[in-house]
């Protein structure tokens, strides 16, 4: 099918990354995570203070730890500097059940970490049968199928996300449905995409 995804970019991609650094960094970074473990297949680690799980992150590709700023080499100065830690780090691998006995870890709020990491990083391995993007492609897929059987479109009435949706009569010139994360990184809007394939 021919189903496209444009990622979000330039301002709003800051301001959805600067949004969930202020929650996932810091007092919610257990929950981010458990979302890059479960959404990615990648083993947890714990950025340690002593005994304690100061940082939770994911042991991910190239080596690199990974939490709601991106990856990072395990000697990075700035890996630690949120947390007044400086390297050599004291890391450790740990388990889901290890952070949900330091505090509680909502399934809400891990499955918002999940969501929010796959919009900002979508060209992340995530496992594609559970991530949002794949699920919301396939219903797009289906939905052109539907659409070209029909000869009726879902659009837009003007390229405006705050419009209903409307139906359309088959054109002639569609080529398939065009995905967009939010703005807000809680959802998806689609429309029309007109131009022969190519």
Known sequence: MATRYTPLSGEALEVLRNTAQSVYLDG????????????LGWPLAGLMEGDTIRHAMAYGISHK????RGGFAQDDPKLGQPFSLRPP?????????????????HERTIRHA????????PN?????????????????DDLE???????VWVRAAIPNPAMWPHLSEHEGDE??????PTEDGQGYIFDRRLGFKQ
């Not at 780090?89 to 870890?105: A, D, G, M, N, S």
């Not at 999940?114 to 990083?121: G, M, N, T």
């Not at 199928?145 to 000869?151: L, Q, Y």
């Not at 080529?175 to 967009?180: A, C, H, I, N, V």
């Open 28 to 39: 919610e970074c257990y929950a981010f995570a458990i979302a890059l473990k479960r959404g």
């Open 65 to 68: 730890l990974y939490d709601v």
């Open 89 to 105: 780090y004291q890391l450790r691998q740990i388990k889901e059940e290890q952070l949900r006995q330091v505090r509680p870890v």
């Open 114 to 121: 999940r969501k929010l990491a796959e919009i900002i990083w």
């Open 124 to 140: 992340w391995p995530w496992r594609s049968a559970s991530s949002a993007h794949a699920r919301m492609t396939a219903f797009l």
């Open 145 to 151: 199928s539907i659409s070209r059987r029909h000869g």
């Open 175 to 180: 080529s398939g449905y065009t995905l967009y």
